[in-house]
């Protein structure tokens, strides 16, 4: 009996120390239903997007375009062009996400908004009715685009390139931490209890 008690703390501690694996292309794909025919057609519209994105971006760079000469589809080209400097290959896959989050209108307006404040044309533009709480941490129960675009955007107190876990994290860690050198320490001591009888 002792034995398994033994046994079972001791598998108990490895668990809790040992890693475990996710794997989130199985998560994306899901998300995205596996339709291979719509991620290829978003990927060039995405492709296209980016390319324009980048045009405009280095005209204005040269002087060569102003801020008051852009339509909203230039800075919808100039939005896709920032988020696939940010997200990269992700790109295609945040996008998906947005449009089943926001719809296609929101994913658009999202896409405007982050190219008129990334390129210093508008760093006050409107973001989507569908996404409160874009500029702060007051509407994070249970969604992550909030904090997602707030990070992205550079806003708040986590600008693009830095994340802070906060106190709270730390706090739990270190709780967590020392319960499990307490549990290790119990399990010595219980081991050798074992022995002398």
Not at 8 to 22: A, E, K, M
Request: proline share 3%; with cysteine.
């Amino acid at each position: 009996m002792k034995k398994y008690l033994f046994v079972t703390i001791v598998v108990f501690t490895l668990s809790l120390i040992i890693p475990t694996r996710s794997f989130a292309q199985g998560m994306m794909q899901g998300m995205m239903d596996g339709n291979d025919t719509t991620i290829s057609e978003s990927e060039s519209h995405t492709t296209q997007g980016e390319a324009e994105g980048k045009g405009l971006w280095e005209g204005l760079q040269a002087n060569e375009l102003g801020c008051e000469n852009l339509s909203d589809e230039d800075f919808h080209a100039l939005g896709m062009y920032f988020m696939g400097l940010m997200a990269g290959d992700s790109h295609e896959a945040m996008d998906t996400m947005m449009t089943q989050m926001m719809g296609e209108e929101g994913e658009d307006q999202m896409h405007i908004a982050m190219g008129k404040r990334m390129s210093g044309c508008d760093s006050d533009a409107a973001l989507p009715q569908s996404m409160p709480a874009l500029s702060g941490f007051e509407g994070m129960s249970g969604n992550m685009m909030p904090m997602m675009m707030n990070m992205m955007m550079g806003g708040g107190t986590n600008p693009m390139g830095t994340f802070s876990w906060g106190l709270g994290f730390w706090l739990v860690t270190l709780t967590l931490l020392v319960w499990l050198v307490v549990g290790v320490l119990a399990a010595i001591w219980l081991a050798k209890q074992i022995r002398k009888k």
